[in-house]
């Protein structure tokens, strides 16, 4: 589990001083969200599930890969493809933080939801390579073509600074709300759930409530 220390959230959020915060973004149950997403969230699943599971990762934190790639798809395809569970998934980054934003970057650069998790995945099974690239600048533009993302397209994206802003916004409300200070960090119907390890910890928390609303 990735831990973030003080130095890297004062240089997070003095980048973000810089150019000025964004507003907080607040609850929202228009255009197909849930209550507790904001306006700029990507997410998957039902938007009226009865869990909802808001993941805080950064794509340069190797446990938030291996989670993406051991315990994530059986979480999909249990809770999330049968209309049980709305996914969340927001940055939070980590060191090196910049490569964090600039994957973030990339993700959001063509817009759509399936877009954005078909390139965090890529990030994910990829993440040794265009981390540690010597020009990781490139490995994403990489990335970005096999999504039909052209090299100016990136670096249009990369040098949009209210992206910034808007993942300070996250890691702002993350800390403030929920003490989130490490990744990945999970928050189930509003509740900060720490040690999950595999997908039966998901499930003792996320099957009780399901019951709760078939018996209703």
């Not at 000025?20 to 209550?35: I, K, V, Y």
């Not at 209309?83 to 959001?108: C, D, I, S």
Request: charge should be negative.
């Amino acid at each position: 589990m990735k831990r973030l220390t003080k130095r890297t959230l004062l240089s997070i959020a003095t980048t973000a001083m810089i150019i000025g915060l964004a507003s907080c973004g607040g609850a929202n149950t228009s255009n197909g969200r849930s209550a507790i997403e904001r306006d700029d969230d990507h997410a998957l699943g039902n938007p009226d599930a009865a869990v909802t599971i808001i993941e805080y990762a950064s794509l340069t934190c190797p446990a938030c890969a291996a989670f993406h790639q051991t315990i994530y798809p059986e979480l999909k395809a249990k809770y999330i493809d049968t209309g049980k569970v709305r996914f969340v998934f927001r940055q939070f980054p980590t060191p090196p933080a910049r490569l964090a934003v600039g994957g973030e970057a990339l993700a959001r650069c063509e817009g759509s939801t399936k877009t954005y998790f078909e390139l965090v995945d890529v990030l994910f099974e990829k993440q040794r390579l265009w981390r540690s690239s010597q020009n990781p600048g490139q490995a994403l533009r990489d990335i970005g073509a096999t999504a039909g993302i052209t090299a100016e397209q990136f670096d249009a994206c990369l040098a949009d600074t209210e992206n910034v802003t808007r993942i300070q916004d996250v890691v702002n409300h993350a800390v403030e709300t929920w003490g989130i200070n490490s990744t990945p960090s999970f928050i189930i119907n509003g509740e900060h759930i720490k040690n999950i390890r595999g997908i039966d910890d998901f499930s003792k928390v996320i099957d009780p409530v399901l019951a709760n609303e078939e018996n209703k």
